[in-house]
Structures are given as C-alpha cells and as structure tokens.
Nanobody, 116 residues
Framework: QVQLVESGGGLVQAGGSLRLSCAAS????????MGWYRQGAGKQRELVAA???????NYADSVKGRFTISRDNAKNTVYLQMNSLKPEDTAVYYC??????????WGQGTLVTVSS
C-alpha cells in the first residue's frame, strides 16, 4: 500500500519560514509527479507547486519567488520550503503523488497557520 506522510506544519508569524516534508512509502516503482496543494477555509483546493521526474517544477503565481519545491529521490521525499509567509498562506497543505503514469495518492494534510 502506497502512503504519503506529511510533516512540518505549524504556527508562524508573517514573514517567517517553514519547511514541509512528504515521505512516500510502499511499492510504487516510478514516481511521475509530486506536488503540494493547499486548501484554505472556505476555499477550493489549489496547486501550490509540483516537481516532475525530470525535476522540472511549476508554481502557483501567488507563491513564486517565496516557495521552493525539491525532492530527495533516495528518500522518496519531497519538500516545500516556504519563506516570507503571509497570512493568506494559511491553509491545510496536502501532498499528492502520481505514479505508474496514472495512479494517485494523497497525504493526510498538515496545517500551516500564519499570524499577522
């Protein structure tokens, strides 16, 4: 069974930084895309950043220049470094992995709260 476990969320003041981690376990052979999504209160879930097997990345416009996604293939782990955090970044952050071309799995989510 493939599982994702996120960690690193918490409470931080505006302007601060956090690093989220998402570790994959199980048998998945090949990872195609790993991404971070977030869902704020009363809002739809949105893509924050994604990294593909060739290490190409894409970011939501709202986080460009502040967030960086990276991965450690040896650890099957993806990271999201979040700098210059704003209150509007407050959300539950979810990790999603696409593997074997079309299969998807989500993590349980980790709460990030940015106080003003």
């Amino acid at each position: 069974q493939v599982q994702l476990v996120e960690s690193g969320g918490g409470l931080v003041q505006a302007g601060g930084s956090l690093r989220l981690s998402c570790a994959a376990s199980g048998t998945f052979f090949s990872i195609n895309v790993m991404g971070w999504y977030r869902q704020g209160a009363g809002k739809q879930r949105e893509l924050v950043a994604a990294i593909r097997s060739g290490d190409s990345t894409n970011y939501a416009d709202s986080v460009k220049g502040r967030f960086t996604i990276s991965r450690d293939n040896a650890k099957n782990t993806v990271y999201l470094q979040m700098n210059s955090l704003k209150p509007e970044d407050t959300a539950v952050y979810y990790c999603k992995m696409t593997y074997r071309g079309y299969l998807e799995v989500w993590g349980q989510g980790t709460l990030v709260t940015v106080s003003s």
